[in-house]
């Protein structure tokens, strides 16, 4: 018998899928030669991908690129055809999405390629490179038996085509486009003779402007244009939010640069070749001035000043009430200062910058952005447009993660160029370029001090925390005062003190980076419990579940002055407990320790909370049905990865039954999207999804207005079946109407059969959700390490992450999550690290200086899920996309110290080299290990008391 495959979609050999062919099933023809390489998205087995019909055909190279298979199919009929997305060849056709069933029982299928040995698991384990994927297929051929979750035949996986299909596996439905190359990003623009601009840029930290020379480049071959702050004419503006007047930055320097990669001249040709030779020539002649790198050194009294007009160094501070009290029932303080140190967003794409003039005068941004409609309104301000003459295009996204968010200097002179010069102009940064130019994140040094009772009863918290806004401040400069924010986290604090110093320095501005200011606070929590747990000789589990905020106090309203919506806090602690064996680690960790082994263990515990959708929980959702019977959906998110074209086409079939793959998502275009807060925070389901989920009900109300004038029935005995896709009377399927018919009669309705106050026509709807208030998601992670006592390299050996984003709509789209969360955190925890020189050089402005894992460097990751819906939105939703770094940095940071803590070491900062590791090794071996401690710096005693930070700009951080 010849094995059946379900099919998604078809298209003609070498073209694109096009979802709207439905779905097909038919059978591989008798003795067809079938290669398998069984692939897990998810822990599901998405399938394999199938040979052609022909034999000798084969798949080779399979690898893992998010969540689908990329391979090539070798063989006499097929050399060289690209195999995407679990897809096969039949009958000189592209496949997308095959699932083979009874593949084993075929002739022609191997032990080895058996998919049967995929386990449909509830939990699942991230997958690794594509050698880790053969492994496992070698590794399941010498194997007999089932595992758990296994029957005789492979599960069938494909797209549900009707009934409400929320909380199931659904595949992404965007991903076809992006792995056949299709997608479009800012540099695939088909553009019409565009010029390129390449900026030349300080290569001083600190200097003033004496005189640049421009001659050489304008004469240079290829060059149309070469412009200064003169030639440029835009006044000096702000990022994303305003911090103070004073610190406004002109798009290109003019008298002063503040930090290496200041933009002085920017330089137009006809290549990208030519305009960076060009900028070679460019002559800038500095005077140097002192610079200041260190955030504590620049809030000295004797530190060099950034902005002489402004006085000091200080871009924002934030204090509480002095409580000289807050220890006075301690009877242990512990004190340490944390460094959480600066990382790069290091997106896959770089920023990346296009516009052009229409005919109609009107100026096109092409933005490679997280919020296009934010940065339509910032443009048009910068330049003096109204808001109706820009046009901003946002096309695919290779990730935001918070540092694509607001308007960026580069963006204003590529429109003024555009402008100005009458050709479209495109700007795309180099790697080196990206790494000190696009924002840095976290940035901060904490100084924690935690008093408890001999039980481990935590009696009161104060930090004082010393940030870092870069060169010219922006929502960097806020992300400390939301770090204040969540400082109660999970716990119970009788009394919080929290005070906050950012300052300016001769380094990159900071911005938002996955998490933006709650990580930190996580960070510092959980170090200082560990901490704690080892100075009161505790389990560091036991010590979180004694003060933990138990489950009937939600809603709960912090210290620090926000409401907690719902929480189950000692749950996921619990079950990330369980998954893990942690009794037994912690067994075997003493077996080693009495042992002497060399390979030292250790497990880190986390527990956090976090804040998503803060800083304005509105958002825009519309959706529309055409006479073909598909829809579109438009919301005012904007993806860059996430998923949302299947996440929000769930929620439209859920209520309606049109496939998924019929519905098409609009996004990103402020000419065709009414408004949109775009996304970070974390925002995206819980607010442009329940926009969607509300229009798309009051869209189906307007449908049963309408069937029930056509069909002379009572609204009231009007619905929706979702099995077929119709809409009828109750009990009368055969009259019943689809949503074909239903969209053509709503254009030529009688006037008040289907309301149009919400301004939509035809049959559609249009509204924005208000949420109100901002959801809390929370979890816990531990993680497993082991430590090489002789080199001190640190291997993640596990890692287990518990989150609860309330209700789950697609566990393939939260695992995904949750995986780059991870693997974020991890990264922090372990690589990553920005650093400059005494003179503010930096000297981690590559991939060969900065430290970025692959898939080979992590373990398979165990992610689960508990839900704890919010009551603030209809789907019970909160966000999942920042949780997984929050709970996976601590975790690891906590693990590698308790892997030293035998030794005596109390604390390492992140991140946790092999170099640093090794040298707390040997200072515990000589007796030198440093007190984690030393007295903050004098600004806190100086700053005075009750300071509040600007409500706007504490807004935008926790939105991003």
């Keep these: 018998m010849s094995p059946w495959i379900d099919v998604v979609s078809v298209a003609p050999a070498g073209k694109p899928p096009d979802p709207s062919h439905g779905p097909v099933t038919g059978a591989l023809p008798e003795g067809a030669a079938v290669g398998v390489a069984a692939v897990v998205v998810g822990g599901d087995p998405v399938v394999a991908v199938v040979g052609a019909a022909v034999v000798g055909a084969a798949v080779v190279g399979a690898t893992v690129v998010g969540a689908a298979v990329v391979g090539a199919v070798v063989g006499p009929a097929a050399v060289g055809a690209v195999v995407l997305a679990s897809a096969a ?216 000043l950034l902005f002489e007009a402004h006085g000091n160094n200080i871009a924002i501070s934030s204090t509480d009430p002095h409580n000289p009290d807050i220890f006075a029932e301690a009877d242990v303080v512990v004190r340490g200062r944390y460094v959480n140190q600066r990382i790069a967003v290091a997106p896959m794409e770089p920023h990346a910058a296009a516009a052009e003039v229409g005919d109609d005068g009107r100026l096109t941004m092409y933005g490679s952005t997280q919020m296009p409609h934010l940065l339509q309104s910032q443009l048009a301000a910068a330049l003096g447009l109204p808001l109706s003459q820009v046009h901003v295009i946002t096309p695919h996204v290779g990730g935001g993660f918070g540092g694509k968010a607001g308007i960026y200097p580069e963006q204003t002179i590529v429109a003024k160029a555009a402008m100005d010069l009458g050709r479209p102009v495109l700007w795309t940064a180099t790697r080196s370029e990206d790494m000190c130019t696009l924002s840095h994140s976290r940035a901060q040094i904490q100084y924690v001090e935690l008093g408890c009772k001999r039980d481990g009863t935590f009696t009161g918290l104060r930090v004082r925390l010393v940030g870092d806004a870069g060169a010219y401040p922006g929502v960097g400069a806020f992300l400390p005062a939301g770090t204040r924010r969540m400082s109660n986290g999970t716990y119970r604090f009788p009394a919080i003190q929290f005070d906050v110093a950012v300052a300016l320095t001769n380094t990159t501005p900071t911005g938002a980076y996955r998490g933006a200011g709650r990580p930190e606070a996580t960070a510092l929590l959980e170090r200082a419990v560990d901490h704690a747990a080892l100075v009161l000789g505790m389990d560091p589990i036991e010590l979180r579940r004694m003060n933990l905020l138990t489950d009937d106090v939600f809603p709960f309203t912090t210290l620090t002055g926000v409401t907690y919506d719902s929480g189950r806090y000692s749950f996921p602690l619990d079950e990330a407990a369980r998954f893990a064996g942690y009794e037994e680690l912690r067994a075997e960790q003493t077996a080693r320790r009495k042992a002497g082994d060399r390979m030292l263990l250790g497990i880190g515990v986390s527990a956090y ?248 460097e992590f373990p398979f990751f165990e992610v689960h899920s508990t839900e704890t819906p919010t009551p603030l939105n209809p789907l019970g939703a909160k966000g999942i996309g920042e949780a997984s770094t929050i709970g996976s940095t601590p975790a690891v940071q906590n693990a590698v110290i308790d892997a030293l803590s035998h030794l005596g070491v109390r604390h390492l900062d992140l991140p946790c080299t092999s170099e640093s590791v090794w040298q707390a090794i040997a200072d515990a071996a000589t007796g030198a290990l440093r007190d984690p401690w030393r007295e903050p710096p004098a600004i806190f005693a100086k700053l005075a008391e009750g300071q509040k930070v600007d409500e706007a700009g504490l807004n935008a951080a926790e939105g991003i």
């Design 89 to 304: 060849l039949v009958g000189g056709a592209d496949v997308v999405g095959a699932v083979l069933d009874d593949v084993a029982a075929h002739p022609a299928a191997t032990s080895a390629a058996n998919p049967t040995r995929v386990a449909r698991e509830r939990h699942h384990r991230c997958l690794g490179t594509a050698r880790s994927v053969r492994r496992r297929s070698r590794r399941a051929s010498s194997r007999s038996g089932r595992r758990r979750g296994i029957t005789g035949r492979a599960p069938r996986y494909r797209v549900p085509m009707a009934g409400s299909i929320l909380g199931t596996r659904v595949l992404r439905t965007e991903d076809p486009e992006l792995l056949f190359g299709v997608g479009a990003y800012v540099s695939d623009l088909p553009l019409v003779a565009p010029l390129h601009v390449a900026f030349v840029r300080s290569e001083m930290a600190h200097a003033r402007i004496v005189g640049i020379d421009t001659s050489a480049a304008v004469a240079s071959p290829g060059v149309v244009a070469v412009w200064t702050a003169a030639e440029l004419g835009v006044a000096p503006h702000h990022g994303m939010v305003k911090v103070h007047n004073d610190f406004a930055r002109a798009p290109l320097a003019t008298d002063r640069v503040r930090f290496v990669g200041d933009g002085i001249v920017a330089v137009f040709a006809e290549s990208s070749t030519a305009a960076r030779d060009a900028a070679e020539l460019v002559i800038v002649d500095y005077e140097p001035l002192p610079a200041v790198v260190s955030p504590e050194e620049a809030l000295g009294e004797d530190a060099p």
């Design 609 to 856: 909370v976090e804040i998503t959708a803060g800083g304005g929980a509105s958002e825009y959702g519309s959706v529309a049905i055409h006479d073909d019977g598909s829809a579109t959906v438009m919301a005012g998110t904007s993806a860059h990865g996430q998923g949302h074209q299947t996440a929000f086409s769930m929620i439209l079939s859920s209520r309606t039954g049109i496939p998924i793959e019929r519905i098409r998502l609009v996004q990103s275009d402020t000419d065709l999207v009414r408004s949109g807060g775009g996304t970070g925070g974390s925002r995206s389901l819980q607010l442009g999804g329940s926009a969607v989920l509300q229009a798309t009900e009051a869209m189906v109300d307007k449908a049963r207005h309408l069937a029930a004038n056509l069909l002379e029935a009572n609204v009231d005995d009007i619905v929706v079946d979702t099995e077929t896709g119709t809409v009828g009377v109750a009990g009368v399927p055969a009259s019943a109407l689809d949503w074909a018919t239903l969209a053509a009669a709503a254009a030529t309705a009688p006037e008040g059969v289907i309301d149009t106050a919400d301004g939509a026509l035809g049959l559609a709807a249009q509204l924005d959700f208000d949420q109100g208030e901002a959801t809390f998601p929370f979890g816990a992670h531990i993680a497993v390490v082991e430590v090489d006592s002789e080199t001190g390299k640190v291997t993640l050996l596990r890692h287990v992450a518990v989150d609860d984003c309330g209700t789950v709509l697609n566990p393939l789209l939260v695992e995904g999550q949750q995986h780059g969360g991870v693997a974020a955190g991890i990264s922090q925890a372990l690589y990553e690290q920005i650093a400059f020189d005494e003179i503010g050089n930096p000297i981690t402005g590559n991939f060969a200086d900065y430290a970025i894992p692959s898939a080979a």
